[in-house]
């Protein structure tokens, strides 16, 4: 369990072929309501590789789990070695290998914030070999809820230029890091300045979220094609 209602998954596929996706792309989970209606989920890839996938290689996954949800049980219900059915990846919320910016702005709420982890390996690289900046904005109610907080945390402090910032809504931790803000990440947009010239925004996560932060990016400047956007809508 990653937070009290969020689990990490991993899972490789049964026929011994490799799961090449892009980071920031998503699968899809197949399966059938009670009533034996087909239905599917979409869940970010949270894999963090350095290398190509090669066979055998995991992929991650961290599921929301809904109260009552048929796709819930359907996680609760696996045991190590289960199956499920997927397609995919799908997506292209992910980092364009042309783009020229010095900076990425990362903002996500809840589950939202799993593409970012799977592109860590492009994010040093692009660090490394072009310089460029990158906050992450993590959202979150308490502590318990920052899913993958220790990989951003370790990653920032590996990485210069690169700075993580978890604002929390509702509980701060004990002795918190000078980069914690209390309040919600839209509130914080304005202190790291965002900056037409030099952005590129990602924002996953919580519509109303990403919504309030689209509009706060619009009003400082940033054109359309450089604020990228994927909303996160649960579902039973």
Sequence with gaps: MLAPSVGHYQFVRDDGQPLDFQPGQFIQVHFQYADGTDTKRS?????IHDHALGPGDAVD??????????????????EL???????????????????????????????????????????????????VEVVL?????????????????????ATPGFRYMPCLSRELPDNPHPDVR??????????????PTRDIAYLCGNPDMVDACFEALKAAGLPIPQVRREKYVSSK
């Design 43 to 47: 869940y970010s890839l949270a894999t």
């Design 61 to 78: 996954i961290a599921v929301s789990f809904v109260p009552g949800g048929a796709a819930t049980a359907l996680f609760e219900g696996l």
């Design 81 to 131: 070695g289960g199956h499920i059915t997927g397609s995919g990846p799908f997506g292209r919320f992910c980092l364009n290998p042309g783009d020229h910016n010095s900076r990425y702005l990362l903002i996500a709420t809840g589950t939202g914030v799993t593409p970012y982890r799977s592109m860590l390996p492009l994010l040093r690289k692009a660090i490394e070999e072009r310089g």
């Design 137 to 157: 904005l993590q959202g979150a109610r308490t502590p318990a809820e920052l899913l993958y907080s220790e990989d951003f945390r370790a990653f920032a402090e």
């Design 182 to 195: 209390q309040g919600y990440v839209q509130q914080h947009l304005a202190e790291i300045g965002p900056d």
